[in-house]
């Protein structure tokens, strides 16, 4: 079973910064994905971005440019490092992780909250 934990959120101002964090537990043999999502109130979850075991990153076009995702491979940890915040950035945000322990696993964190005011 693989646990995933994320932490970092909280009220910022608009043109603040925040690092969410996301960390996986458990039965991990290998993890090929990890990737952050969020939700907003009456929206659907959408994907905010992802980063693969090789070290590459997509991103969503609303937070190019603001937002950069980062891995420590050894600590099975994901990072989101938010950069110069806006209100539509506000949502729940949630952490994927994809991986291997004798079977594929594709495990969600419980979400941490940002609020970002104007």
């Known amino acids: 079973q693989v646990q995933v934990v994320e932490s970092g959120g909280g009220l910022v101002q608009a043109g603040g910064s925040l690092r969410l964090s996301c960390t996986a537990s458990g039965s991990i043999s290998s993890i090929h994905a990890m990737g952050w999502y969020r939700q907003a109130p009456g929206n659907q979850r959408e994907s905010v971005a992802r980063i693969s075991s090789d070290g590459s990153t997509a991103y969503a076009d609303s937070v190019k440019g603001r937002f950069t995702i980062s891995r420590d491979n050894t600590k099975n940890t994901v990072y989101l490092q938010m950069n110069s915040l806006k209100p539509e950035d506000t949502a729940v945000y949630y952490c994927?992780?994809?991986?291997?322990?004798?079977?594929?696993?594709?495990?969600w964190g419980q979400g941490t909250q940002v609020t970002v005011s104007s």
């Open positions: 994927n992780v994809v991986g291997r322990h004798v079977i594929y696993f594709d495990s």
